[in-house]
């Protein structure tokens, strides 16, 4: 069992309220990945990080934002939420060398 | 551009058949070819994966096989079960890449 945790599991707001995602993992991975999955099921790439002070824009344009201020947290951020928002966010993580994504169960967030 | 198309987007098997999922790929630079298994609520998680030296590998029911000339891998489940319905990805990634490129995902139902 991966120990990759993220916080909350479900989420509803309201449109402009600012949420942050959080997402903790105890294995001592550098890379950590932020995925957004749509109801259709594709994982859409949104941001990752190679290490603490390190993030970058993934594949898919998103407007939340991350920080990796310490290695085993990487939390995202998203400072007015819209319902176009509404979406499962899913953090995970892997090890420098290659190693298979390790995923969190996933934050579900319902944006009214 | 999708990099690894997965077909097909949902697939029904009575308990006991064989399920198989497609993908196919087009960067030759790609050495390393795992699938993932979400069951609903859950992240995904990794199931099997091959590289490119080999033309299958079998864990259990799961078996990848792979056709580098083709540019395609495929899982097969045999002796599928109730317990194996859930959503397949298929994915890829060259030497010294950062990410991971996933397939759309397969929702597969195993009927009782």
């Known amino acids: 069992e991966a120990d990759i945790y993220q916080t909350p599991r479900y989420l509803v707001i309201g449109t402009g309220k600012k949420i942050t995602l959080e997402c903790s993992q105890t294995m001592g991975h550098d890379k950590m990945y932020w995925y957004q999955q749509d109801p259709g099921m594709e994982l859409h790439l949104i941001h990752y990080?190679?290490?603490?002070?390190?993030?970058e824009k993934g594949d898919l344009s998103s407007e939340s934002t991350v920080s990796r201020i310490r290695t085993e947290h990487f939390p995202l951020t998203l400072e007015s939420a819209r319902p176009s928002h509404t979406s499962q966010y899913l953090c995970?993580?892997?090890?420098?060398?290659?190693?298979?994504?390790?995923f969190g169960e996933g934050s579900r967030l319902t944006v009214l | 551009q999708q990099q690894v198309k997965q077909s097909p987007q949902s697939l029904i098997v009575q308990k006991g058949g064989i399920s198989i999922i497609n993908c196919a790929y087009e960067n030759t630079a790609f050495d390393y070819f795992p699938w993932y298994q979400q069951f609903p609520g859950k992240g995904p998680a990794l199931l099997i994966a091959?590289?490119?030296?080999?033309s299958e590998k079998k864990e259990g029911r799961f078996t990848i096989s792979f056709n580098k000339s083709a540019k395609q891998f495929s899982l097969h489940i045999m002796d599928s079960q109730p317990g194996d319905s859930a959503t397949y990805f298929c994915a890829a990634k060259s030497r010294g890449a950062q990410k991971l490129v996933f397939g759309q995902g397969t929702r597969l139902t195993i009927n009782p």
């Open positions: 091959i590289r490119p030296d080999v």
């Open positions: 995970a993580s892997s090890t420098l060398a290659g190693g298979p994504l390790f």
């Open positions: 990080s190679y290490g603490v002070n390190s993030t």
